[in-house]
């Protein structure tokens, strides 16, 4: 996959709160229908990064290109359009709780396409088949559980048939059985689709088993101190503390287990 | 050297009392050996040590000067204002948009909060307005029939209803109602991150929220002001045909007869004018709202003070302008 073209381009961005900046110099390439994975310890600002990537917050400086277009840099009509080619799973599934799950799932569909009502509706139903709901459409979102809240989000997410899927920390919150069925849908996603999925997670199981490259940001440096293949960055980075975080934290134990027997 | 030799059991207080005195011992050039302690209690306190102080984590509380606090105070301030404007800039520019039919937002869930602010609210509006009316009157007809003139409470509730009281209790009912749950119900959504997601579908919450409550306030007031005008009159009547014998049919003629159209229009106005702002705040309130269930109580408190604030403001605005008008 290595020979893919380049989809998305993150150039040069700074990113703060007020005076507080949080990663500076970040500079990477998502290639089209690649799992990119954005990770790190907690607080290293990976979220931000995502919604600076779907246009919800500005960066203080540097740019995002989308095919070679520049995402901040142009207008707010241009955006919308861009967004839409946007499929977006928040961390709790951020369902319309007034909606029950085929409305949710219909929203952008009726919003953005011509499609009838029964088209929507038939539509709808299908996306939650696709993510094992079936027969859930007439359920509100408070009376399903929170695996399911986050797997008819993906639901919602696919509904324009987006060409680029955004996770939020997808497995937070879930047993290792549905994330790990979660990670099996977004692998098919990427085969059968093509589509190209940008996940921020600190998830290692998940990591290992769907990234195909990834970049790490370090919460002390603010900034990223390693990016490729997470398989290889375990055995190969130069940064101990990359190797460390991949190892869950085996580096150092070993370290301190050496200082204790010595 | 710590001895614990006949140690029954023990918890993290002395762990927390240990850990103390090696702490103190270490500034102080004296050591404590704990290596007698039990084995449990050595491995906390390994942990306790184990993970450096992160420097500039914790935080230290200096008290600042009451000049410093005073302008910090006031910068915040302006920034509010600045914020409140803004968004109700932004919210005049997708009121603009809906009437010119281009804003995206759901019938279903415009007519959902019309029921809710309007039909919904008919109970409370009733029972606060007639007892309203009703204290007019009492008020009234203490005073008034001293000098025989009792009939003249017609006027006194008439009038006050119509011009004050009908908007003003409506929009105190609204705000504590309906403003309250605007601001709750939006901020929730700030939280779940539902705001978030509209707007990377390319959904404006303005136009999506937020002109549809302000559509359903201002459509509602008025009416429910209308509706709470002929229950403070009736109240009045009651009290009017019980305490001073008044006839309801004079009652309801001396009523007629003191009330014109121009006083019921200002009340009119003024409700739709209210409903604007209650709308308004709750919305904004609710748009602002932090990250935390705890702030989204304090959206919802703060809707309902910022909106009666507003409306007693605008309220006085009007009074002075009307008298300018000479209406």
Redesign the interface.
């Known amino acids: 996959m290595n020979t893919a073209a380049e989809h998305i381009r993150v150039e040069n961005l700074t990113m703060a709160y007020g005076d507080f900046v949080i990663q500076k110099d970040l500079d990477f390439v998502v290639r089209r229908g690649d799992v990119f994975i954005i990770m790190g310890g907690s607080g290293c600002g990976k979220s931000t990064l995502l919604k600076i990537m779907i246009g919800l917050k500005a960066p203080a400086t540097g740019e995002v290109f989308y095919d070679g277009d520049p995402f901040w840099a142009s207008g707010s009509e241009h955006q919308e359009e861009r967004k839409r080619e946007f499929g977006i799973l928040f961390q709790s599934g951020a369902l319309f709780s007034s909606m029950t799950l085929a409305e949710n799932i219909g929203l952008p569909m009726q919003l953005y396409t011509e499609m009838s009502a029964a088209e929507i509706r038939e539509n709808a139903s299908l996306k939650l088949a696709l993510v094992g709901l079936k027969g859930f459409e007439d359920y509100y979102p408070n009376e399903i559980s929170g695996g399911m809240k986050k797997r008819a989000g993906l639901a919602r997410a696919l509904a324009l048939d987006p060409e680029i899927l955004f996770f939020d920390e997808p497995s937070a919150g879930l047993d290792p059985i549905s994330s790990r069925l979660l990670d099996e849908l977004i692998l098919e996603l990427r085969d059968a689709l093509g589509k190209t999925i940008v996940v921020v997670t600190h998830e290692l199981a998940s990591i290992f088993t769907i990234a195909d490259d990834c970049v790490f940001l370090d919460p002390d440096t603010r900034t990223m101190i390693a990016h490729g293949n997470p398989k290889t960055l375990r055995d190969e980075s130069p940064n101990e503390k990359v190797r460390n975080f991949l190892l869950r934290g085996e580096l150092e134990a070993q370290n301190q287990n050496r200082g204790h027997s010595e | 050297m710590l001895q614990a030799d006949g140690l029954g059991s023990w918890d993290t207080s002395l762990i927390g009392f240990l850990a103390k005195c090696i702490a103190t011992g270490e500034s102080g050039e004296r050591e404590f050996d704990a290596s007698a302690m039990p084995e449990g209690v050595q491995g906390l306190l390994r942990l306790a040590f184990?993970v450096e102080e992160r420097s500039g984590a914790r935080r230290t509380t200096t008290r600042k000067g009451l000049l410093v606090r005073l302008g910090e105070a006031s910068l915040d301030a302006v920034d509010r204002m600045r914020e409140g404007l803004a968004f109700l800039g932004s919210a005049t520019l997708a009121l603009g948009r809906f009437l010119v039919g281009r804003a995206?937002y759901?019938g279903s869930?415009l007519f959902l909060l019309i029921q809710d602010t309007g039909a919904n609210a008919f109970a409370i509006v009733s029972l606060i307005s007639f007892l309203v009316g009703m204290i007019l009157a009492f008020v009234g007809a203490v005073q008034l029939s001293q000098f025989g003139a009792g009939i003249y409470v017609a006027n006194l509730v008439g009038l006050a209803m119509a011009r004050e009281m009908g908007a003003m209790m409506t929009a105190i009912i609204m705000a504590g109602r309906t403003g309250a749950s605007f601001a709750a119900q939006l901020g929730?959504?700030r939280v779940?991150?539902?705001i978030?997601?509209?707007?990377?579908?390319?959904?404006d919450p303005m136009e999506f929220l937020v002109v549809p409550r302000m559509i359903a306030l201002m459509v509602m007031m008025p009416l429910l002001a209308l509706y709470a005008n002929f229950m403070g009159i009736l109240g009045g009547m009651v009290v009017g045909v019980g305490m001073l014998d008044l006839g309801v049919f004079e009652y309801v003629e001396q009523t007629r007869r003191s009330v014109s159209l121009t006083q019921i229009n200002i009340g009119i106005i003024k409700a739709v004018v209210f409903g604007v702002l209650v709308a308004v705040a709750g919305c904004l309130r609710g748009m602002q709202c932090g990250n935390s269930s705890q702030a989204v109580g304090m959206a919802a408190t703060s809707a309902v003070v910022t909106s009666i604030v507003l409306i007693i403001v605008t309220d006085g605005l009007f009074a002075v302008v009307l008298n300018v008008l000479g209406l």
């Open positions: 184990a995206r759901q869930e929730t959504m779940n991150e539902e978030d997601a509209l707007s990377s579908m390319g959904i």
